[in-house]
């Protein structure tokens, strides 16, 4: 055997079993790495929360301050755009009651 019949079998050997070469744009295994599709939940620690609402400035769509100055999340997983502005909001949050899981 020769160094191009070498190259010729490793080739052979590394196609076998390797769907990722052949998967189409898109396949399964590429959504699990799609930057920004992973939905993320907002995770709200109440004790911490003092009610300054600058996380509802950063995030209105997204959450908002309650009559009792109680913060609510009415969206509690976001992706995208959304998951943006909820970054925007955990970031602000002066006493860090805010978090992304
Ligand atoms: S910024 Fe922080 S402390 Fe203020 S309302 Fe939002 S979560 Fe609560």
Not at 47 to 53: K, N, Q, T, V
Not at 60 to 89: R, S, T
């Amino acid at each position: 055997m020769n160094a191009t019949n070498d190259i010729y079998a490793l080739d052979a050997l590394c196609d076998l079993g390797n769907t990722r070469k052949e998967s189409p744009v898109g396949g399964p295994w590429q959504d699990s790495t799609r930057v920004g599709g992973h939905l993320m939940r907002i995770e709200l620690d109440q004790a911490r929360c003092e009610g300054h609402g600058l996380c509802e400035e950063a995030a209105p769509n997204l959450m908002h301050l309650d009559d009792d100055a109680e913060l609510i999340i009415d969206v509690p997983e976001v992706e995208g755009d959304d998951l943006a502005k909820a970054q925007a909001a955990v970031r602000v949050c002066p006493v860090a009651a805010l978090r992304l899981a």
